[in-house]
């Protein structure tokens, strides 16, 4: 999660958890009115809707388990030359699109302060980081107008990577995929912070090799695709279907833009639970209290149990993941930041290694430890639809952020 919204520490501590055994493997419009109608008809259902793959076509071969793809078609600004890139991470806890530079053939225009180009420097939890420069693209998210937005190309080598900005990712198989599609609560990966202090640690100016803390403007920091939509862009919709104990090969679901604004995304049955400034809510297990996420980019559920007989962890080298002699019935309370409303959830851990010796590549029940938070990643996801209310946007749920299921 993002920590303050500046480092998306959850994101990468869910990835790094997922690649064990030596699995870090390579990744590889609307309708017109007819000419006696003057308006035009109402955008298709169909438009607003981005097909999810959970270890299936759209990711690339041998990924690693429980990993969310979607494709993004990146255009070069005011062209028709255009990429329509696949193995993107689906990740509800960072915000924008960022691309390694080694799967994007189309030019893009490189974002500027004065005459320096700006880069950008994401540090995760383990140490790692994604250093490349911003550029302008037009994306294309399902068949939803394209937007026009900052984007980060990942490159290690462009100009010099600063000092606080060490393990950077050098190609897509270092990090698992082609790139991160961040559609988590907020307009912006930085927001005010960067918009006020050029000794923020995340965005440059480069002078030749030479690259020195910026202050960026809000409207020019790498932004969330989903909320720049002309219509959907109050939150989003995550449908994924429910998979049986010992796994899967693959699933595929869906993401819908909007939260009630066409007859694909109204809200049924579920209810709301605010999320404060960093984007986390309250999750109670075993007596003891949490902050906690909902993380798509995360591939297990991530918490340190009170019970560490009952949950043992496994010999190493999966020493991070969860091993218990039998599968492990569990019940959780998740409830808003200020402690309501509240509802049950029941989950289950099963053994890691004994799960993954089999051919399946999707798991309900993987877990490891993590101390601080409660990450509920991937395996949250099966047979629920969750909603993500965007900070500020309204809909028949409330104002975000919120999650809802």
């Not at 429980?66 to 255009?75: D, E, F, G, L, Q």
């Not at 053939?105 to 994604?130: F, H, K, M, R, W």
């Not at 950077?168 to 912006?188: E, H, K, T, W, Y």
Request: with cysteine.
């Amino acid at each position: 999660m993002m920590s303050g919204r500046l480092l998306p520490v959850a994101l990468r501590i869910g990835l790094l958890m997922g690649l064990f055994m030596g699995l870090l493997i390579g990744c590889g419009g609307g309708g017109s009115g007819s000419s006696s109608n003057s308006n035009p008809p109402p955008p298709s259902s169909a438009d607003n809707v981005l097909s999810l793959s959970v270890n299936g076509a759209l990711c690339s071969a041998n990924s690693y388990p429980n990993k969310a793809c979607v494709s993004v078609t990146i255009c070069a600004p005011g062209s028709t030359q255009c990429q329509t890139i696949s193995d993107i991470l689906l990740d509800t806890g960072s915000y924008g699109l960022r691309i390694f530079k080694q799967a994007l053939n189309v030019p893009l225009e490189q974002a500027t302060i004065g005459s320096n180009p700006v880069a950008e420097c994401v540090q995760y939890g383990d140490g790692t980081s994604q250093w490349g420069p911003v550029q302008r693209a037009s994306v294309i998210l399902g068949n939803e107008p394209a937007v026009q937005l900052p984007v980060q190309v990942i490159d290690a080598g462009f100009a010099s990577l600063p000092t606080g900005c060490g393990n950077a990712d050098l190609r897509p198989s270092d990090a698992g995929f082609n790139g991160i599609l961040g559609v988590g609560f907020f307009a912006q990966d930085c927001g005010q912070t960067c918009a006020d202090s050029p000794a923020n640690g995340i965005y440059y100016t480069c002078n030749g090799a030479a690259c020195s803390g910026t202050s960026v403007p809000l409207s020019a920091q790498v932004q969330n695709p989903v909320m720049l939509l002309p219509q959907d862009n109050n939150g989003l919709v995550i449908n994924l279907p429910a998979v049986a104990a010992g796994g899967a090969p693959f699933v595929d679901g869906s993401v819908v833009f909007g939260i009630g604004t066409r007859s694909n995304n109204g809200v049924s049955a579920v209810a709301a639970y605010a999320a404060d400034r960093q984007g986390n809510f309250i999750t109670t297990f075993g007596g003891r209290t949490y902050t906690a996420f909902i993380d798509s980019g995360s591939n297990g559920l991530f918490f340190g149990p009170p019970d560490t007989a009952l949950l043992t962890q496994c010999p190493s080298p999966n020493s991070a993941w969860f091993c218990p002699s039998s599968t492990a019935h569990l019940t959780a309370t998740t409830a808003g930041y200020s402690g309501s409303p509240n509802g049950t959830v029941n989950f289950d851990i099963g053994n890691f290694e004994s799960l993954l010796k089999s051919s399946n590549l999707v798991f309900p029940d993987i877990g490891g430890f993590q101390p601080r938070n409660f990450d509920w990643g991937m395996p949250f996801f099966f047979g629920r639809t969750i909603y993500v209310g965007f900070d500020g946007r309204t809909s028949l749920l409330g104002s975000g952020p919120y999650w809802a299921y």
